[in-house]
């Protein structure tokens, strides 16, 4: 009997217990915008059409109107973080 009384509580305790969730925030740095366009538009992944940085984060846009384009960007947050980023499409 005391047995049992025991297991219920576990069980019922178990309901008002919290845990991590893994992998949402472990790497949202990934996440991070770093094109102006990009950035401009709340940080959002559009797709334009003729956009050489589009290859970045959709790789389904890569087609031959991209070849031989140069991109360089350059974002400057406020909290002094900078991200620079090149993309040369051959």
Same mark, same amino acid.
């Given at each position: 009997?005391?047995?049992? =009384?025991?297991?219920?509580?576990?069980?019922?305790?178990? %309901?008002? *217990?919290?845990?991590?969730?893994?992998?949402?925030n472990?790497?949202?740095?990934?996440?991070?915008?770093?094109?102006?366009?990009?950035?401009? *538009?709340g940080?959002?992944?559009l797709?334009? =059409?003729?956009?050489? %940085?589009?290859?970045?984060?959709?790789?389904?846009?890569?087609? %031959?109107? *991209?070849?031989?384009?140069?991109?360089?960007?350059?974002?400057?947050?406020?909290?002094?973080?900078?991200i620079?980023f090149?993309?040369?499409? *051959?």
């Amino acid at each position: 009997m005391n047995k049992s =009384i025991y297991l219920f509580l576990l069980l019922l305790s178990s %309901n008002f *217990l919290q845990s991590q969730t893994g992998g949402e925030n472990t790497y949202s740095f990934l996440n991070t915008p770093t094109f102006a366009r990009q950035v401009a *538009l709340g940080g959002k992944t559009l797709t334009f =059409i003729d956009d050489v %940085n589009q290859p970045s984060w959709n790789p389904a846009t890569i087609s %031959n109107r *991209l070849h031989k384009q140069l991109s360089v960007n350059y974002t400057s947050y406020l909290t002094g973080i900078n991200i620079g980023f090149c993309l040369l499409c *051959l």
